[in-house]
């Protein structure tokens, strides 16, 4: 079976722009969440979608937003990128909205420039 | 409050063991253990739950002292594979909906 998949893998974008990430859970799984991971420090968590519902925020600016499709698949899009949102943007899936283990994709290297 | 994970790092020799500490100033309902290497995705360990239950399906153990609000991963007779970064990511209610806060991380190297 397919882990989660995301895509693009890598991408450079220029300060002002804007981006959309993209995840496919695990076959199965209804649960997606995005983190934010900079380099040298752990994930830093942004959203939490359950049968496309918002389910969890996490202290990240407005410029940040995300949805979940009928097919459990996300987007997270972030607007007037800065140079700070130069990261790693991992999604995960898990089975159910509630300590379930929670499984990675390879995740999206964004660098703006 | 992100959990503080100790030490920062540690290399070890091909079978050797090590002790990977992850504490919290705040009560737990979880603990979730990540190996990470370079360039890859978090790679689940362990899943620890408050009363005990422990869920993981690799040959590494771990623990978590409620009382404490702290939980040890055990790297034992270690391998060259267990390189990498390891984070614990804590959740504070069973409701927190997969929001995991991630500790700073461990470095791990296993020299031949």
């Known amino acids: 079976d397919a882990g989660v998949t995301q895509s693009p893998t890598h991408l450079i974008k220029t300060r002002g722009q804007q981006v959309t990430l993209r995840c496919s859970p695990i076959?199965?799984?209804?649960?997606v969440s995005w983190y934010q991971q900079v380099l040298g420090q752990g994930p830093q968590f942004i959203f939490q979608?359950?049968?496309?519902?918002?389910?969890g925020r996490g202290n990240f600016p407005d410029r940040f937003s995300a949805r979940q499709f009928p097919n459990y698949s996300s987007e997270l899009n972030v607007n007037a990128l800065l140079l700070g949102d130069s990261a790693l943007y991992l999604c995960?899936?898990?089975?159910?909205?509630?300590?379930?283990?929670?499984?990675f994709g390879e995740g999206s290297w964004l660098t703006v420039v | 409050q992100q959990p503080v994970q100790s030490p920062q790092a540690v290399i070890l020799r091909e079978g050797e063991d090590a002790v990977i500490n992850c504490s919290s100033s705040?009560?737990?309902?979880?603990v979730h253990w990540y190996r990470q290497k370079h360039g890859e995705a978090p790679v689940f360990l362990m899943i620890?739950?408050?009363?005990?239950e422990q869920k993981g399906h690799e040959k590494i153990s771990a623990s978590f002292n409620e009382k404490k609000q702290q939980s040890s991963l055990y790297l034992t007779a270690s391998q060259l594979s267990y390189s990498g970064t390891y984070f614990c990511?804590?959740?504070?209610?069973?409701?927190?909906?997969?929001?995991?806060?991630f500790g700073g991380g461990t470095r791990v190297l296993v020299k031949p």
């Open positions: 995960a899936s898990s089975s159910g909205p509630n300590i379930y283990t929670i499984y």
């Open positions: 076959s199965g799984h209804k649960s």
């Open positions: 979608y359950y049968e496309k519902e918002e389910r």
């Open positions: 705040k009560a737990l309902y979880s």
């Open positions: 620890l739950l408050k009363g005990g």
């Open positions: 990511g804590t959740e504070a209610t069973e409701a927190a909906g997969n929001k995991l806060t």
